[in-house]
């Protein structure tokens, strides 16, 4: 999954994203928090860290609720798998 986004947004991906865009989230959280257990974030915490993403947007109809939350931290959790045994090969 490494890289996909950057490689997104050079191929006119939209520049800016919600809370419905969990995947794109938990890549962005993985490559600027590495050190970071996901499981050890509160969600409070969590939603600051979203907001601080680059190009981040809340979308109005869109809110951000426990399920989104739970569904981030996942896929950073997944990603942060996938990028720990890519550098073990």
Excluded: C
């Excluded at 939209?14 to 974030?41: C, F, K, Q």
């Excluded at 969600?43 to 981030?72: A, C, D, M, Q, Y």
């Amino acid at each position: 999954m490494r890289g996909r986004v950057e490689a997104g947004l050079e191929l006119g991906m939209g520049s800016t994203y919600g809370w419905l865009e969990v995947d794109r989230i938990a890549e962005l959280l993985a490559e600027r928090h590495p050190g970071v257990d996901p499981y050890g974030v509160r969600f409070s915490e969590l939603k600051r860290f979203v907001l601080e993403l680059p190009g981040f947007r809340e979308e109005p109809g869109h809110p951000v609720n426990e399920r989104i939350l739970e569904t981030i931290q996942a896929k950073w959790v997944e990603e942060r798998e996938d990028r720990d045994s890519e550098d073990g090969e």
